[in-house]
């Protein structure tokens, strides 16, 4: 409600500046805002940027370990296949090879010597 001895033209001229006060107050709390959160994200860029750095040193061992993986893949595939047969009576036929090759024969050799008797 206007004021009887205010004509509505100083009503709407005060009015405006109320809203003309607060828009200033406004933007220069945005402006102040704006100028601390700009500040310290420069100073988190850089904190960031250290990190990356100590995070590139420390994994520097890992570069090329795909490859190493790969290669001693291959490397444990041709050992298996160079060291182990591919079945059992392969085993079971080498074992018998090896048996007739002994100085005993197959049938066993007894190791044990005789003590001589005490008298």
Do not use: H
Request: proline fraction near 6%; glycine fraction near 6%; hydrophobic fraction near 45%.
């Amino acid at each position: 409600m206007a004021r009887a001895g205010w004509p509505p033209r100083y009503m709407a001229l005060r009015t405006f500046a109320l809203l003309l006060i607060a828009v200033i107050g406004l933007s220069i709390r945005f402006g102040l805002d704006w100028a601390a959160t700009s500040g310290s994200s420069a100073d988190a860029l850089a904190a960031k940027e250290v990190q990356l750095k100590a995070k590139e040193l420390q994994t520097a061992p890992l570069r090329g370990l795909d490859k190493r993986v790969e290669d001693t893949r291959a490397q444990v595939q041709a050992f298996y296949a160079k060291r182990i047969p591919p079945n059992y009576s392969s085993i079971d036929r080498r074992i018998g090879e090896l048996a007739r090759k002994a100085p005993c024969g197959s049938a066993g050799c007894n190791t044990r010597k005789a003590l001589p008797a005490l008298t």
